[in-house]
Structures are given as structure tokens and as C-alpha cells.
């Protein structure tokens, strides 16, 4: 069954302490891997996709790395305002037009002060 | 995003009654789509749309219908509205040329069905 875990579900950090939250997944092959921001009252917002194992993307704060079977967002000196829940989703590969993102349930980011 | 813009924000109501929730978009995208929101469960794909002619169900289509008015309007309706449809409904548009991938989400609709 394709699946996608996001761990922790929550995670306190201190301003500028740098951190990793993690997504795992399991599916029939990988057409991409895709990282949402979340604030709260609000849709989620695109952040990055990653198609294949070895690839990074950055922006600003945020760095995010690809494996076979996992990628992190990590999070480097993160401020106040990074806090928000973090949303990572697949797109299986199921041939043809392949129209779906499996969502994993999120890492609850806090930054404090 | 007030690109894409959902009514009502907010909606309590009873069970069996009949509801539409409402997606505009002005970002000129053909594609658009209806996700839900539950905690612990993450967002589901219920319907999508490619254009105007062509609607498509998701993984949980069953107690709802979806209308494309437009190119830039995707309502969702719940015929007969059930309390375990009470979640947080999200409408996003993507673009052909970036894929299905980089989708644009709407601020979403809170429904309560008592």
C-alpha cells in the first residue's frame, strides 16, 4: 500500500537552532516528492519538488535532500516566523496521467524565541 | 493565496441538508481540484478537473458531486451532508506546463454538519 509517514509530529526548536524533519514513503514508484508549508487558517503552500534520489533544493532556510526511500526539510538558524506545519506528498508512478498525491499528515513546527 | 478564492470560510450544518461549496480561481489555470482536510489523515484528493469538459473522481468521491461552471470556478456539493463530512475543505489550481505538482490551494472552508 503506498503510504507516507512524516516524523516528528511536532517539534519545538529555539531560534537558530537548526533541526531535520523527515518524510517516509512507500509507493509504486516515484513520479515526485513535493514539501508544503501550512500556516494555520491557511492553504498549503508549495515549497519545493524533488524527482529523483540524490537531488536538493534550497530556499532561504530551508534545504531539501532525497533518498530512495526518504527526504528530509532541513531547517538551518530557523526564526519565529518558519513555524507553521510542514506537508510532504508523493505522486506515485501508476502510468498514464498519473493524478495523484498521496499527503502525509505534517510535522507541527514551533520556533521559539 | 487570493488567487483562488473559496466561499463560504465557514459553514455549520445539519445532517441531510444539501451543500455547495464554491472555488474561484483567477490565476488562468485549467487545472483545478477539491481536497479534504482531517486531523491525523491528511489531505485527500475527493475530485479534479483538467478543464471544463473533462472531471475526474479522487479516492473519496462517494457523498459528493463536483460542477466546472467555468474555466475559473470548481464548486463541490454535498448532497446529502453527513456529520462525518465535517472537515476542512481546500480547492487548488496547478498549471500544465509545471504538472500536476506545484499546486496553488484556495484558504479553505471549515464545515461542521451536526
Known amino acids: 500500500e503506498d503510504q507516507v509517514t512524516q516524523s516528528p509530529e511536532a517539534l519545538r526548536l529555539q531560534e537558530g537552532e537548526s533541526s531535520s524533519l523527515n518524510c517516509s514513503y512507500t509507493?509504486?514508484?516515484?513520479?515526485?516528492l513535493f514539501w508544503y508549508r501550512q500556516d494555520p487558517g491557511k492553504g498549503p503552500e508549495f515549497l519545493f519538488t524533488?524527482?529523483?534520489a540524490g537531488e536538493e533544493k534550497e530556499k532561504e532556510r530551508l534545504k531539501a535532500t532525497l533518498t530512495k526511500k526518504e527526504s528530509f526539510l532541513h531547517i538551518t538558524a530557523p526564526k519565529p516566523e518558519d513555524s507553521a506545519t510542514y506537508l510532504c506528498?508523493?505522486?506515485?508512478?501508476?502510468?498514464?496521467?498519473?493524478?495523484?498525491?498521496?499527503f502525509g499528515t505534517g510535522t507541527l513546527l514551533a520556533v521559539q524565541p | 493565496d487570493a488567487d483562488v478564492t473559496q466561499t463560504p470560510r465557514n459553514r455549520i450544518t445539519k445532517t441531510g441538508k444539501r451543500i455547495m461549496l464554491e472555488c474561484s480561481q483567477t490565476?488562468?489555470?485549467?487545472?483545478m481540484y477539491w481536497y479534504r482536510q482531517d486531523p491525523g489523515l491528511g489531505l485527500r484528493l475527493i475530485y479534479y478537473?483538467?478543464?471544463?469538459?473533462?472531471?475526474n473522481k479522487g479516492e473519496i468521491s462517494d457523498g459528493y458531486s463536483v460542477s466546472r461552471q467555468a474555466q475559473a470556478k470548481f464548486s463541490l456539493s454535498l448532497e446529502s451532508a453527513i456529520p462525518n463530512q465535517t472537515a476542512l475543505y481546500f480547492c487548488?489550481?496547478?498549471?500544465?506546463?509545471?504538472?500536476?505538482?506545484?499546486?496553488?490551494f484556495g484558504p479553505g472552508t471549515r464545515l461542521t454538519v451536526l
Open positions: 487548488a489550481t496547478s498549471d500544465p506546463p509545471r504538472g500536476f505538482n506545484e499546486q496553488f
Open positions: 509507493v509504486s514508484g516515484l513520479r515526485g
Open positions: 524533488l524527482y529523483s
Open positions: 506528498a508523493v505522486r506515485p508512478n501508476y502510468g498514464g496521467a498519473t493524478n495523484k498525491l498521496i
Open positions: 490565476k488562468g489555470h485549467d487545472r
Open positions: 478537473s483538467f478543464d471544463v469538459k473533462d472531471i
